[in-house]
């Protein structure tokens, strides 16, 4: 029987990706329904090709311009368009690829109709995974996430009891500027930061890698994935991106995930949990070709940002929403050339220094953070160019 499937986010690089294994897999999975922006044209090939019965775009506006060309469709836009595909119990799994808190309303409307998520949104957990993962309790709906060292680490705990586990070991590629200096990270210019030296992302995720703040981001997730302290959440720098995860259990024995740097294997193994498939050619992992797998710790002056993670999440509440947005928006700030690469740092400490926290916030408190944590990187980028 096929597994109904929609893709929010399906002009992105994770949405075309999963395409790809639906593609590879085909007679395994139904697209019920797919998300865009403003990608128009790629959405139509995509209808096209894959015959939705459901397609949401941004605004009115695109929606009328896709129109013109598909008629057989029905076409939403806008956050209820989202929500709206996101909880038709039609779906066996929607995969939440939609960037910033766009993802969070629509999976909590996937939760709340028993539908299983297929989480590669960030920011949906680390701004309000306790809404989140208490809902997904209640209904009983698995959360499978998509980022490759989050499914590593899935991987690994589905092999043992949970209950046992004593650490988490999430690997970060160290980015562009792993060797070097401050002054030469204070130097960057947006060109030396989107180099990523192992994976092909968009420019705000790129920025985060060389930050090291999506590491941190994925710090918070990883404590409300798999229900561990911060304290045994460790990150560690491996710039071959061989290993991709691994979990040790209280026994002393560790089992990690290893594969070449591919985003088809996690995206597959989400979509078709618990089941396993051969999947898009990879190429397979040949260890006498390796001539050595590095390990290192990483170094929080030269890297800040995940160092200020991991004490908003320590902190919990609104800080993890507000430490989200604040860097967001400070990120957009230097891709417009108007900070350095290291002022996002700064941004993002003095942004949490002055937070009012709220303890256990409801989803409009979150947002109102979100809100006024981005409120304050604009004023402060304002006030830095006067």
């Known amino acids: 029987m096929k597994r109904a499937i929609s893709i929010l986010g399906s002009t992105g690089s994770i ?22 922006g403003k990608n128009i044209e790629l959405l139509k090939k995509q209808i096209i090709k894959f015959n939705p019965q459901v397609v949401s775009v941004e605004s ?13 469709v ?6 209820e368009g989202l929500r709206q595909i996101a909880e038709n119990t039609k779906n066996d799994i929607v995969l939440i690829a939609v ?12 939760i709340k109709n028993g539908i299983n998520v297929a989480l590669a949104n960030k920011e949906t957990l680390v701004s309000a995974g306790n809404i989140v993962t208490k809902l997904a309790k209640e209904k009983n709906v698995k959360i499978i996430p998509v980022d490759s060292e989050h499914s590593a680490i899935y991987q690994c705990i589905n092999s043992r009891e949970s209950s046992k586990i004593k650490r988490i070991i999430l690997t970060a590629s160290g980015g562009p500027f792993r060797t070097s200096t401050l002054e030469e990270i204070h130097n960057a210019t ?21 930050t090291l703040m999506n590491k941190g981001l994925e710090v918070i997730e990883a404590y409300w994935l798999f229900n561990v302290d911060y304290s045994n959440i460790e990150v ?7 290993m991709h995860g691994a979990v040790e259990f209280l026994d002393g024995s560790v089992i990690s995930q290893m594969g070449l740097p591919s985003m088809h294997i996690p995206i597959q193994y989400a979509l078709s949990f618990p089941e396993t498939f051969e999947g898009i ?3 397979s992992l040949d260890f006498t070709q390796i001539t050595g797998l590095e390990f290192e710790k990483p170094d929080f002056e030269r890297f800040p940002c995940l160092k200020l993670a991991y004490e908003a999440g320590i902190k919990g509440g609104t800080y993890p929403a507000a430490l989200n947005a604040i860097n967001e928006e400070a990120v957009f700030a230097f891709l417009k050339g108007e900070i350095r690469l290291t002022d996002i740092a700064k941004i993002v400490s003095k942004g949490l220094e002055q937070h009012n926290n709220i303890v256990n916030p409801s989803y409009e408190e979150i947002l109102d953070a979100d809100k006024e944590a ?11 160019q006067s």
Request: with cysteine; hydrophobic share 40%.
């Open 15 to 36: 949405g075309k990706q999963a395409l790809e294994v639906v593609e590879k897999l085909h007679g395994r999975f139904n697209v019920f329904g797919l998300a865009a």
């Open 60 to 72: 009115e506006i695109d929606a009328c311009k896709l129109y013109k060309d598909i008629k057989h």
């Open 374 to 384: 981005r409120h304050f990187v604009l004023d402060y980028c304002s006030i830095l």
């Open 236 to 242: 560690i720098i491996h710039p071959q991106s061989v």
């Open 190 to 210: 947006v060109k030396n930061t989107l180099a990523h030296p192992k994976w092909s992302m968009g420019d705000k995720i790129t920025v985060d890698s060389a």
């Open 99 to 110: 960037t910033g808190l766009n993802g969070l309303e629509p999976t909590i409307s996937a």
């Open 74 to 79: 029905e076409i939403l836009w806008g956050k």
């Open 281 to 283: 050619k990879t190429g």
